[in-house]
């Protein structure tokens, strides 16, 4: 019996793709190449085979000749199918590595507390096999930041950060990473706007932003507790 299945080019063009250069993250991919197939309706198939008949259109390059080079009909489920493509281009040594640098993560110079959690999160993400638990990663964050940061979220916390349970603790990093973003955005405004004749007083202005922000922190997180 012969299955016809007409795919348009509108639905391939708009499917991630993947050629195993320096810039791709398997896992990044097949979340986003499983978002996209999700909107996909092919007659007489299933969610399987949606993907199945769809990944040959999004591999490029070396990863479109490695899938050419399997076994013919060696894949018949997506869990096979992402199983190969990991082992293949996530292998055990890109997992070391990328724990490596977890575990050695730290704030850059300049860079706020927001823009240094962000990035470790997606760092998280590029492995999501890491295997760390909760609380290690709590403390690495803790561990990786530069002295004055430390000191603040110390501050915020009375000293007890890490009196706090793995759960309490993430939710208060996440907030302050938040809250922090948001002082950010409000203070550029305030440089923005700020004029010669009042320059001080906008100074000000922004450090009481600031203390309004860390208050505020403190406050909705002794609240919850």
Not at 54 to 76: C, H, V
Request: charged share 25%.
């Amino acid at each position: 019996m012969g299955n016809h299945f007409e795919i348009r080019s509108s639905q391939i063009n708009i499917l991630p793709k993947f050629g195993n250069f320096s810039h791709d993250e398997p896992y990044s991919f097949l979340t986003k190449f499983e978002y996209a197939c999700a909107t996909f309706k092919l007659q007489q198939l299933c969610e399987d085979g949606i993907k199945l008949r769809l990944i040959p259109f999004a591999l490029t390059d070396s990863a479109e000749k490695w899938f050419r080079s399997l076994p013919p009909n060696s894949i018949k489920k997506w869990d096979e199918f992402t199983a190969v493509f990991l082992k293949k281009f996530y292998p055990p040594e890109k997992t070391a590595r990328v724990r490596n640098e977890i575990t050695n993560f730290h704030q850059k110079g300049g860079e706020s507390f927001w823009q240094y959690f962000e990035r470790f999160k997606e760092l998280l993400l590029s492995c999501p096999h890491h295997g760390y638990e909760t609380w290690s990663l709590c403390q690495t964050v803790y561990d990786g930041l530069d002295n004055s940061t430390r000191q603040m979220l110390e501050s915020m916390c009375q000293g007890n950060f890490l009196k706090q349970t793995d759960v309490e603790a993430w939710e208060f990093l996440d907030e302050l990473a938040e809250k922090s973003k948001q002082w950010e955005r409000t203070n550029e405004k305030s440089l923005y706007s700020r004029s010669s004749s009042n320059s001080v007083e906008s100074s000000s202005s922004s450090s009481n932003t600031l203390v309004d922000v860390i208050l505020n922190v403190v406050r909705t997180h002794t609240q919850s507790n």
